[in-house]
């Protein structure tokens, strides 16, 4: 039987074409990361892209500024991820003929908004007409050489954290209000606290499966200490939301156990944003959930998958 994408997956899919592309000397890391890494004299760029779609990321009732937050935030917050500072960018967009071009006009002035607060440059892009309103944007960001914090760094032992709250990120507008964790991010990458780190954006469980995919390791996460925003505690299983509902938007990173006081002291005399501990990395591959009876449970991806759609 031939296979299709909604057979397959994202995660397949993504593994599949990937396995089709060739690298060059320049590229410090490829395909697998939030960013993709590329050495540019005595710094490594940042390069990410990511589409919004109406119907799929946002309505057509949304707020049009906050359309365009979103589509430059969620670029943003993959630099975040890796400790990089924001650069470039540029956009495509895709549009029916019958687009209002005022409303387009307000998606622009959102998107610009937001690339000025973050010190990005949109600097071009294309049009192009289609069936559904998109957004695709390319941006580039920098770290020092060597300096991006990976998915693939952590070890067991090392304790996991992650920024802000979980859950519910479409029960509100979250999803198109969020604020990329760029400071946080460049802080932790700074002071050479995280061994590993990515953004939410699939959902903590999937997202966390990511990285320890990455690492070649396991995890115990404590159930009873994630962080659920108030949208999430609104529903009736908070915690189902704040694993697999995505759109979060938060860091997920890993610090040494030795220096996890020591993060966690720093981090509140500097940086405002929440950071909690939820659990720890081990040897055993799996990843794990322990509620407060100490019961072991282990935790499917349940996050979103844009071939399977919301598998929680």
């Known amino acids: 039987m031939m296979d299709t994408l909604q057979t397959i997956g994202e995660t397949a899919l ?122 695709h944007v390319f941006a580039v960001g920098s770290v020092p050489r060597d300096g991006a914090v990976l998915r693939s760094g952590t070890a067991p032992g090392d304790a996991i954290f992650v920024t802000g709250e979980l859950g519910g990120s479409r029960i509100g507008t979250h999803h198109l209000t969020f604020e990329p964790r760029l400071r946080e991010g460049q802080w932790l990458r700074e002071g ?34 994630i962080p659920c925003s108030e949208a999430a505690m609104s529903a009736d299983d908070p915690v189902t939301h704040a694993l697999g509902d995505g759109e979060d938007f938060e860091l997920l990173l890993t610090v040494p156990a030795d220096r996890e006081n020591d993060l966690l002291n720093a981090w509140s005399r500097e940086l405002s944003v929440a950071c909690t501990r939820i659990g720890t990395v081990t040897a055993s591959g799996q990843v794990v959930g322990v509620d407060a009876a100490r019961t072991h449970t282990t935790l499917s991806a349940t996050g979103y998958d844009h071939f399977f759609g919301d598998r929680s």
Do not use: N
């Not at 050479?192 to 780190?197: I, L, Q």
């Not at 953004?199 to 690492?215: K, M, P, Q, V």
């Not at 390791?217 to 159930?223: R, T």
């Open 192 to 225: 050479g606290w995280a061994t590993a780190m990515c953004d939410i954006s699939d959902g903590l469980s999937t997202d966390l499966r990511h990285l320890t995919e990455a690492s070649d390791v396991g995890a115990e996460l404590q159930i009873d200490a």
């Open 14 to 135: 993504i593994k599949r074409l990937v396995g089709r592309l060739a690298t060059g000397r320049d590229v410090v890391v490829g395909p697998g990361d939030d960013c993709a890494v590329v050495r540019a004299g005595d710094e490594d760029w940042l390069l990410t892209s990511d589409p919004i779609i109406e119907s799929v990321h946002f309505t057509a009732e949304a707020e049009p500024s906050q359309i365009g937050h979103k589509a430059v935030a969620r670029a943003l917050s993959d630099i975040a991820a890796m400790g990089g500072a924001p650069r470039w960018a540029v956009v495509d967009v895709v549009a029916p003929g019958d687009t209002d071009v005022e409303r387009l006009e307000a998606i622009y002035d959102g998107m610009a908004a937001t690339a000025a607060a973050h010190g990005l440059s949109i600097v071009g892009g294309d049009v192009a007409c289609g069936p559904a309103l998109e957004l």
